[in-house]
């Protein structure tokens, strides 16, 4: 495991995708970390002094590969004091303070098998880093991405799924959108929310697929409980809840 570290870093974009949905562009001070597509972070806008505790942190998803590192990027969904706090105060230019990295929703497991990724909204964050990773290694496996969004607006990684197309042989991916009339998209997409049964059923002819599950608590458990009921065996099935 990766020796945890904290690091400086300074904003150097922020993104808006709604008026809840950010993307935080942080460029390290430093290079010397390591983490695992899929890993989290501990986010801390007050300095951090190593003679006192570590302060009030928040913890997100890296959303960048660790074959992308030149930069940190995080995706921010606004619940909550903290969150609020960085849409309110944080601009490019600020510096925050990161301790890295955590976690064993890593992919380890899928690096030589067939995968099926399930996300819903923000819990796309920790794909988009196993998307970066496979293109950046040339992965041979079949990876099949589920997203479910709101609205077109929100798919966030819609240049990482056509950059997938192009460099994965056996990338493919299926876009869910709920209220595709409130803005365009140019990807192919059913209208609809994720829908786990039909997940099942394209992924029958995968070889032993491994499947990860990413988002809120609700979803998780529904479709943890209908892939299990489905035949999933349980050390196939990963999962990273958020709130």
């Known amino acids: 495991m990766a020796a945890i570290r904290k690091i400086q870093a300074r904003v150097k974009e922020i993104i808006s995708y709604s008026d809840t949905v950010r993307k935080y562009i942080l460029q390290p001070a430093k290079r010397s970390f390591d983490f695992k597509a899929g890993q989290f972070l501990h986010l801390a806008m007050d300095a951090y002094d190593p003679s006192f505790n570590w302060p009030e942190s928040r913890v997100f998803s890296i959303a960048n590969s660790p074959t992308r590192k030149d930069f940190i990027e995080v995706l921010v969904s606004r619940k909550g004091k903290f969150t609020g706090q960085m849409f309110e105060q944080l601009k490019a230019g600020d510096e925050v303070w990161l301790k ?43 990876i099949s991405l589920n997203y479910g969004v709101n ?9 990482l799924i056509k950059e997938a197309e192009q460099k994965l042989e056996n990338f493919k991916y299926n876009l869910y959108i709920e209220k595709p009339e409130n803005g365009n ?5 059913n209208k609809g929310i994720l829908d786990i049964h039909q997940i099942i059923r394209q992924s029958r002819e995968l070889n032993d697929a491994v499947f990860y599950l990413s988002g809120p608590p ?16 349980q050390q196939n099935i990963k999962y990273d809840i958020w709130e």
Request: hydrophobic share 40%.
């Open 151 to 159: 609205n077109p607006d929100l798919i966030i990684i819609e240049d």
């Open 218 to 233: 609700a979803m998780i458990e529904n479709f943890e409980q209908t892939l299990k009921n489905s035949g999933i065996k």
């Open 185 to 189: 998209t140019k990807l192919k997409f």
């Open 100 to 142: 890295l990295p955590y976690g064993i929703f890593n992919f380890d497991e899928s690096l030589e098998k067939d995968s099926v990724l399930i996300a819903g909204g923000t819990g796309i964050s920790p794909f988009m880093s196993f998307l970066q990773f496979a293109i950046d290694k040339k992965l041979n496996p079949v």
